[in-house]
């Protein structure tokens, strides 16, 4: 997820990208060439200290081109950062705009989360509703660095109701995340997880939280900027949960698309501290 210039801005910079490519593409083929022509008539022009002087320098000015390509890249990236950040400022409160800055350089964003929510009941325990979620999604590092990113969940408590332990998997692995008991009324867990250069690791976690069924509704917000979420629900308790739906919470009224009686699905954009929630009727 990264910022973009102008279209004339870019169209330029992406001009003197090619244009180093193709110096670079050059001068190896020179390096190559200039390798494999001893014993070739072409090498009798040329003595054979004329011709490995040539090479060192071909070799040289690849790693200069090497370096200043890198070194540009950088480069570009920072005056991306610094055009948006004058472009937000100009146009929002400060503190508003620096909010929006840090999502902006945030290295790791959430794609294609699905959640699969099943409601069923308690035994012994009619009013109430255990709500168990299954969340799998992708972390993907946009950066040149490896990133850590921190996996984290956290299941509401209800009275002295046993809830099952939540489970996490990366890249199909079970993982043992650190408990954070910070609160009697909820347990949370928090996991770090490297993800490489431009590269991306599968998560799932699966939690459950005991809810009253009064309530009504159980909210999901998204912590981290994210891209794509399908959501299906299961009812299991539709002796007390009727007509379970799920509902986007999106400034612009937004709605999550159907996919079917259960399922739905949204493709766009979501920010940190937008959500959505699970709602029924008794």
């Known amino acids: 997820m990264k910022p973009r210039l102008p279209k004339i801005i870019a169209e330029k910079l992406s001009r003197e990208e090619r244009y180093v490519e193709t110096v670079f593409f050059l001068v190896l083929g020179i390096i190559i060439l200039l390798t494999f022509v001893a014993g070739h008539p072409i090498a009798e022009i040329f003595s054979a200290k004329s011709l490995e002087e040539v090479r060192i320098a071909c070799e040289v000015s690849l790693i200069i081109f090497s370096v200043e390509h890198f070194v540009r890249k950088i480069h570009l990236e920072k005056i991306q950062l610094s055009v948006w950040e004058a472009t937000l400022k100009s146009l929002l409160h400060e503190e508003i705009a620096n909010e929006m800055i840090t999502i902006i350089k945030e290295p790791i964003y959430r794609e294609g989360l699905s959640y699969f929510i099943t409601l069923s009941q308690i035994d012994d325990k009619p009013d109430l509703v255990l709500i168990k979620k299954e969340l799998t999604y992708d972390i993907v ?58 590269m991306s690791k599968t998560v799932k976690v699966t939690s459950s939280e005991v809810v009253p069924l009064s309530k009504r509704s159980n909210i999901y917000t998204f912590l981290w900027p994210s891209v794509r979420a399908s959501i299906a629900i299961s009812n299991q308790y539709p002796q007390k949960v009727k007509n379970p739906t799920a509902v986007l919470h999106h400034r612009q009224g937004v709605k999550l698309a159907k996919d079917h009686e259960a399922g739905y699905h949204f493709e766009g954009g979501l920010l940190p501290g937008q959500s959505f929630k699970i709602q029924w009727e008794l």
Do not use: M
């Open 141 to 198: 590092n946009s950066t040149d660095t490896g990133q850590y990113h921190t996996v984290s969940n956290r299941s509401d408590k209800y009275l002295d109701v046993a809830i099952p332990e939540a489970a996490v998997t990366i890249d199909n692995e079970l993982q043992s995340p650190t408990s954070t008991n910070a609160e009697a009324s909820s347990t949370r867990f928090e996991l770090p997880v490297f993800v490489p250069r431009r």
